[in-house]
């Protein structure tokens, strides 16, 4: 019996798709004015230093261009029989979700009416895209492809309105994107999945949810290249000495979560072997939990505590919280993207409020104002040469008190938004319009790929014996 | 029945190369100048800046790198029982080759009988040996080790003395290789594959020339790093906002080129799948088809068009024109390298040249005569601080129709040079002193590699049951 | 049967030692004097330079990264059922190891009984890290997770000491660590394996220690990231043309030790096929052997003989050498170690003392105190402004000669220690109270993982009959 294919309509509306994001970059954008050449040498060489600002994120950008689309398709490609999908649609949603985002983006940064783009856009997308990739971990094998792209441009435009509302209105310390990437990412995606839940008694794990051997390998290229280009994620949105101890922390917390997962792992794990799935996504949790806090003074202890903290946590909503949803809520995390990003981001702003509560300009000296934005007093000598100060909701000069319960509201507000978008994303996701999974699609390449067949594959496994 | 191996004195003579390269290293190389160190400290102060500069590209320098031996390496593991081949001869060849290539394309900038090597010639080597690759692709497991290697060094020659016509006497706009190393790759190396083509009846695809699911997953390892990477490829050799632009432009034409390969994927793929040949192929035919304009004006929307036009070409060629190829002119081209190189690379040369037509100095400012260098005029104001003018065919003060013409030229000349000297290397590789493969040994490790045997294979597939 | 798992005890140990590094890190660290905040924009003038400095090498970090936690991770996966192993416990022992050697390394660079922690520490950590995990490949698959864990805690503080002793107090040249980190892992890894040789007539290889098709692929990810990223190793320590001669050097030897790997394999290998043993390791000898004089003036002729001499050793060593050990010496050395770094790096040392032998200020100019400090002569006129010079080993103002004979009193003393800390290590992991493994867990991940069931296998490769 052949499956059947994706009806063609999906993939026709995705080229729809495209051709009006053509129309709207060419209408709405053009290269930042330091892109475009200039008359004369007088000119040029009173730009020359902003080209080069931007060229010095170049080796951040293409680090957090690997984790986007080397990382999270490798990671994804556990399942034993999703691999195509999840490498393949991974490289096909980004690609289609940083040009939104660099539209949606860019509308809070107009200038003339034209989004000015530089390698900063690119930046900007890239983390963006992480988002949507986060909400397909939670969906991973449930959703047809282009179920997955509707997803990703509703979420893109939300994210792009809450990233900033949180970034410059409330003015959270966000660096690493904790509270706008990951737990708006996650909560989005386990809002999503709640609507796609399955009916009654399906709410178990398929026949096809779970890893093969090699499976499991080709999972760890993710998790590995993740882990070693969080400090750069985490650290690029930054300069000088802030920078590097976000790249400080990072790492450490990191080093930490692994250690803390392995533990863990063994402790709680069957017969006390290690499992896989811990690994693969635990040892990376250290990475979110420092993610709101990293470029503060939180001293390389409190980075490995910080870290250890959050392995610890994601272990154990591994072995008993996922499940547990499942079996009560029917909400489906493939991934268990609430165990990576949702509880260690979450973590991550509970930190930045307690660290927000005792920060003052004796301890930061002139760096708070970097930090925390909102804390300087625009009073004080000094900033009457600075541009005049932003609107900022409850205004500037706050205490370090009022900036940790600003902290906290950026997290609920966050969350609040990506649940709710998530609600209505799925609610579109479900109509009657929109060709879902059957039952025997879930998890499986074959519904949408051309997959090689069993006759080749026979010949590979057995191509020695041609020649007795 | 044991396949016998291959012959040693192939390999007897690849050591002779060996030999006679680092003869060549030893009498005709040294460390460029601003490498030596200096006598006093005054004369550092002078020379720091140029070093600062070469070690400046150093981060772009490693994403060729992993492009060239990774992405090469990976993308061509997609057969399902060549991948010992795919990879290993990957770096045998491209090791061979870079040394090579940093001789002759030396030639060409010798001084006092010297080639002064400083980084720029190591990323010049990487960018020469993905011309071989490309060639290697066509013929992909239809051939031996030695005769790869043959052919990269007589390509390498070929390729350097048109690397220096087209840019240095033609004087072509072309940073990213689209003309010099694309089309020259994939038309030299279909040239080979016609002059090594089957008899008769033979030419269809043999019975391991397909993949598996696993090689499909190490393929995309190849294909995603390509990707990522593909922006510095293009921007390596530019610099501050030129530089800038070519990594906006390639990033955007690369997504569109991704999303157009699957929306077309599914179109024409039997059922409507999704086909893992074009993704793992076809979404790399934007930075491809975007190589020679990426630094032009061409606005962030056009970079996309570029790049939705590749996608198609390139899906489209796979399709309908490879396999018309190969049964009407018995022309293999293992991995599609006309669709992925060739086509995509003479589409480059035709914006290029629609640009260049309408480019002036009202635009492009100051940055026509970096951009176009036969565009300026010797004669204006100002250049008689310029060192002298090289000699250039055609000559300086070309209007951009002009050089638009000469970029078509320069496309040109590189398709014939690129086929007369691949049918003169398909004519050397298939000269009876050579081993050429047999018909049972084609896309398969087993002729030339020691693979793990099946009994060997059989206690991996089964060592659960030993302890029943 | 079921195989019983790793107690829990070991376990819980690691989580106390974790928690003793974070009290160690509370009261012993602190960020970089530059990397606190300033209280005025006066003093962020003046520290502006040396933060920026710190982050230049950002880059380079990035790419030993890469080389620590997916290099060595995915080489050590060819073993066709320890792949599990390879990748998960490369990241747990590199992520416990870096703490500690930020904390060992710091003891010689304390001030004010603070460790000041900058990214140098981090690139200092992961360099350290490398030799811990050339032992682990050493011992790969003979050992458990415990095992490995303490040896790394024993090693590192050894590791520590022993770089004080040769670069601060021998002052040898040895920018690329091929003595202090490959000689010293490799001899070190050696020496715990003969501690831990097998009885008797086990001493063979034993059913799992071979690779599988999947096993050797995922390998060669491993192998080709090394490769590409060795130059950024040897180079990470060094700055402007000695940097570029390091990085040139190193990827002239690497491309010379590749093709050199492929004939040696090709000639003394079963019917004259490849072996990927060879291509895995071998090919990386000339990045160990060019370690130490990477940055010398030995011409770029000179960096390909390296290389080329590298590789025919190293294949040799595999063909003859490590067989002949383990019948012998009854030590096992299942990666391989001391073919790619032992023997290579001794090969290196020899060849740091002739260059040594013949370094002169009339060669070297200004940079002879950079490369060879205690070359320099303390009474010259200038250097009463620089600051106090250290005490060092035999006194400054070696000759050349003598500066060579230090350079061999180097790997010497590194040997020497690497051996008897080794043994001593050894007596450690073999002690009663430390678990060993069973004969039949060797080389298999599933004594300490759980592992997909053979009936999901079944279920994967043949999902496709299900549906018949």
Redesign the interface.
């Known amino acids: 019996?052949?499956?059947?294919?994706?009806?063609?309509s999906g993939?026709?509306l995705?080229?729809v798709v495209?051709v009006v994001?053509?129309?709207v970059?060419?209408f709405c954008?053009?290269?930042a004015k330091?892109?475009?050449?200039?008359?004369?040498?007088t000119a040029?060489a009173a730009?020359?230093e902003p080209?080069?600002s931007?060229?010095r994120k170049?080796?951040?950008f293409?680090?957090i261009?690997?984790m986007i689309?080397?990382g999270f398709?490798?990671l994804m490609?556990f399942l034993?029989?999703y691999?195509?999908s999840a490498?393949?649609l991974n490289?096909?949603v980004a690609?289609?979700v940083?040009?939104w985002a660099i539209i949606m983006r860019g509308c809070y940064e107009m200038e003339d009416g034209i989004i000015p783009?530089?390698?900063q856009n690119?930046i900007g997308a890239d983390i963006a895209a992480a988002a949507v990739l986060i909400s397909m971990g939670a969906l991973l094998g449930r959703t047809t492809?282009i179920q997955l792209l509707v997803m990703g441009i509703v979420e893109i435009a939300i994210f792009a309105g809450n990233e900033y509302l949180q970034l410059e209105l409330v003015k959270a310390a966000d660096v690493g994107g904790s509270i706008t990437v990951h737990a708006f990412g996650a909560y989005f995606g386990l809002a999503v999945s709640f609507m796609l839940r399955p009916k009654k008694e399906q709410a178990k794990a398929g026949?096809?949810e779970?890893?093969?051997?090699?499976s499991?390998?080709?999972a760890?290229?993710g998790?590995?290249?993740l882990?070693?280009?969080w400090p750069?994620f985490n650290s690029a949105l930054v300069d000088?000495?802030d920078?590097?101890?976000a790249?400080?922390n990072t790492?450490?917390s990191?080093?930490?979560a692994?250690?803390?997962t392995?533990?863990l792992s063994?402790?709680v794990?069957?017969?006390?072997?290690?499992?896989?799935v811990h690994?693969q996504n635990s040892?990376l949790a250290g990475g979110v939990a420092v993610g709101s806090i990293c470029n503060l003074?939180i001293?390389?202890?409190g980075a490995?505590?910080v870290g250890?903290i959050a392995g610890v946590i994601s272990v154990l909503g591994y072995r008993y919280l996922t499940p547990a949803i499942l079996s009560n809520l029917r909400i489906a995390d493939t991934c268990g993207v609430h165990n990576l990003h949702g509880m260690p981001a979450v973590l991550s702003a509970i930190f930045s409020a307690i660290y927000a509560t005792f920060a003052s300009a004796d301890?930061?000296?002139?760096?708070?104002a970097t930090i925390f934005p909102a804390m300087q007093n625009p009073n004080a000598t000094g900033h009457s040469e600075m541009e005049p100060l932003e609107y900022v909701i409850g205004g500037y000069g706050r205490s370090g008190a009022k900036q940790g319960a600003f902290q906290l509201m950026a997290i609920g507000l966050t969350m609040a938004i990506a649940i709710a978008g998530g609600l209505l994303t799925g609610l579109i996701l479900k109509s009657p319009s929109v060709r879902q999974l059957e039952e025997h699609e879930l998890h499986?390449d074959?519904a949408?790929?051309?997959?090689?067949?069993?006759e080749?594959?026979n010949?590979?496994?057995?191509?020695?014996?041609t020649?007795?």
């Open positions: 019996m052949h499956t059947p294919g994706s009806s063609t993939y026709v995705l080229l495209q994001f053509i129309i970059f060419g954008t053009d290269y330091e892109l475009l050449p200039v008359k004369n040498e040029r730009t020359s080209e080069e931007n060229l170049y080796p951040h293409q680090d261009h690997v689309f080397a398709a490798f490609t034993k029989r691999g195509f490498s393949g490289l096909l690609s289609l940083v040009q783009i530089s390698l690119l492809p026949p096809l779970g890893s093969s051997y090699n499991d390998i080709s760890m290229i998790t590995i290249f882990w070693i280009f750069s000088g000495a920078q590097e101890r790249i400080i790492y450490l990191l080093a930490g692994t250690v803390a392995f533990v063994a402790l794990s069957h017969e006390h072997k290690l499992d896989m690994v040892t003074l001293h390389p202890f490995l505590i250890v301890t930061y000296g002139t760096s708070l499986k074959d949408f790929w051309e997959t090689p067949s069993e080749s594959k010949t590979t496994d057995t191509n020695e014996s020649h007795q």
